[in-house]
T-cell receptor
């Protein structure tokens, strides 16, 4: 059974810092991996999707990497801003398009 | 981008009543829709997978007679929580899959259910 773990559970950084969020998964037979953002009481916004054959994806200040063999992914946020404060969720997808989510990292970027 | 809506956004009901939540893909046809449940400070847990015109597939531990899913069209799926109890209070989120190469899912804004 696939299990997804995210570390750290919470993170507080001053504005401007670069930071890395970690995601690990137990079964390397994944179809893809996605990073989402969730604001309090809201739905999810997809940030980056990495196919199983890809190593990384970039969008603006965000960069996500994928190492299937070691069961790890990282989300790198450059020059963090207070508006980046949210919960970041990692989810792995299987061939039936189901997503298994990690427990998330709650990020606070202090002005 | 693709937009998914949910209605209602928030519902409060008495124990024993049934509550219907709608999930709509507004500008695309969704091959598959998914229903998730999220308890406070926890992650999303997949409840069921819904394909248009066929029976939903439920995850282990999810009671199909309690959580009725109907997927009548390629743009609408409904989740009915039957005889709701306080332990059913949660944040219910749907997502819709677009069958493109990217295979991404678009999520609705969620429905907050509070059962008194």
């Amino acid at each position: 059974k696939q299990e997804v773990t995210q570390i750290p559970a919470a993170l507080s950084v001053p504005e401007g810092e670069n930071l890395v969020l970690n995601c690990s998964f137990t079964d390397s037979a994944i179809y893809n991996l996605q990073w989402f953002r969730q604001d309090p009481g809201k739905g999810l916004t997809s940030l980056l999707l990495i196919q199983s054959s890809q190593r990384e994806q970039t969008s603006g200040r965000l960069n996500a990497s994928l190492d299937k063999s070691s069961g790890r992914s990282t989300l790198y946020i450059a020059a963090s801003q207070p508006g980046d404060s949210a919960t970041y969720l990692c989810a792995v997808g299987d061939s039936s398009y189901k997503l298994i989510f990690g427990s998330g990292t709650r990020l606070l970027v202090r002005p | 981008g693709a937009v998914v809506s949910q209605h209602p956004s928030r519902v409060i009901c008495k124990s024993g009543t049934s509550v219907k939540i709608e999930c709509r893909s507004l500008d695309f046809q969704a091959t598959t829709m998914f229903w998730y449940r999220q308890f406070p400070k926890q992650s999303l847990m997949l409840m069921a997978t819904s394909n248009e015109g066929s029976k939903a597939t439920y995850e282990q531990g999810v009671e199909k007679d309690k959580f009725l899913i109907n997927h009548a069209s390629l743009t609408l799926s409904t989740l009915t929580v039957t005889s709701a109890h306080p332990e059913d209070s949660s944040f219910y989120i749907c997502s819709a899959r677009v069958g493109t190469i990217q295979e991404t899912q678009y999520f609705g804004p969620g429905t907050r259910l509070l059962v008194l």
